[in-house]
């Protein structure tokens, strides 16, 4: 079955880059979005479609995509931006969706 | 505003089934730019898609989960549910039902219920 291939975690210091991968052989052809999921908290949606931002999702975050690699960027992190991300996307039919293996944020 | 409450036992016996609803509210399942999702997250792991199903009754499913996972529409309740047969522990998780955005070939949750731990255990 597809998979999507993040790396299990990131730390940064505050205001410094912070850019997580997400790694899928469909990538090319399908989008990537990314989830945000704070402790105990329900993922929230901080881009979609490769590089979009929802409203109300601060312009630090940006995404891009480029071959079979999606990345989420988030420029000058802050400590209120720690958590789990997870990128998603489907496989190249479009029927199966996959979840990345989330990446734990470190902000410190 | 969009709510996605769901319900459903949260302890479950294992060998039986495991039965979640997600009503929806501030919205109709019947419209055509929405699937609707299950996704699940067992304690301190990532998340697992389990399965989507569109008002007309169209189905999708994780292949490793196919064999047991059953996912429904009651468009005149404006529901949609999940069955999933012959638990065992492995399956205790955070259960979220959730709302799939289809654009073009394309799917995402853009709208998330606050998510409910179901327990397997005897």
């Known amino acids: 079955s597809y998979e999507l291939t993040q790396p299990p975690s990131v730390s940064v210091s505050p205001g410094q880059t912070a850019r997580i991968t997400c790694s899928g052989d469909a990538l090319p052809k399908k989008y990537a979005y990314w989830y945000q999921q704070k402790s105990g908290q329900a993922p929230v949606l901080v881009i979609y479609?490769?590089?979009k931002r929802p409203s109300g999702i601060p312009e630090r975050f940006s995404g891009s995509s480029s071959g079979t690699m999606a990345t989420l960027t988030i420029s000058g992190a802050q400590v209120e931006d720690e958590g789990d991300y997870y990128c998603?996307?489907?496989?190249?039919?479009?029927?199966?969706?996959?979840f990345g293996g989330g990446t734990k944020l470190t902000v410190l | 505003q969009l709510q996605l409450q769901e319900s459903g036992p949260g302890l479950v016996k294992p060998s039986a089934t495991l039965s979640r609803t997600c009503t929806v509210s501030?919205?109709?399942?019947?419209?055509?730019?929405?699937?609707w999702g299950w996704i699940r997250q067992p304690p301190g792991k990532g998340l697992e898609w389990i399965g989507s199903?569109?008002?007309?009754?169209?189905?999708y499913f994780n292949p490793s989960l196919k064999s047991r996972v059953t996912i429904s529409v009651d468009t005149s309740k404006n529901q949609f549910s999940l069955k999933l047969t012959s638990v065992t522990a492995a399956d205790t998780a955070v259960y979220y039902c959730a709302r799939e955005k289809y654009n073009n070939g394309h799917r995402y949750f853009d709208f998330w219920g606050q998510g409910t731990l179901v327990t397997v255990s005897s």
């Open positions: 501030g919205g109709s399942i019947s419209s055509s730019t929405y699937y």
């Open positions: 479609e490769d590089s």
């Open positions: 199903i569109y008002y007309s009754g169209s189905t």
């Open positions: 998603y996307s489907t496989d190249s039919s479009g029927n199966q969706g996959v």
